[in-house]
């Protein structure tokens, strides 16, 4: 299984209010159950800076993290940029 990191910004105005945006975060998290449950939520941390919300994520194939990418892109009026992570450690050994 190989991590991801998916870093997450929302359109400027996606949402109107506060209660709008809970909404459709919970919308997407069951969207992203029910159609990527090869991909596995390790953390999401909400950011300051560039990004609002960055991912952690496992899976076994490439192709289930791009389609977890573009329900994200969707439904959470955000783009997205997604990076294959490798453990530090591991890392270490291959270098």
């Known amino acids: 299984m190989s991590a991801y990191i998916i870093m997450t910004r929302f359109a400027p105005a996606a949402f109107k209010t506060p209660s709008e945006f809970k909404q459709a975060s919970a ?8 159609e990527c449950p090869r991909v596995h939520w390790k953390a999401s941390y909400a950011t300051l800076g560039h990004y609002d919300v960055v991912d952690v994520v496992d899976a076994e194939d490439p192709a ?3 389609r ?3 329900l994200i892109n969707t439904y959470g009026h ?3 940029e997604t990076m294959k992570a490798t453990p530090w ?3 270490m050994e291959k270098i």
């Not at 919308?27 to 029910?34: G, H, M, P, V």
């Open 89 to 91: 450690r591991e890392y």
């Open 78 to 80: 955000a783009t997205t």
């Open 68 to 70: 977890a990418a573009v």
């Open 64 to 66: 289930d993290v791009h």
């Open 27 to 34: 919308a997407l998290t069951e969207t992203l159950k029910r």
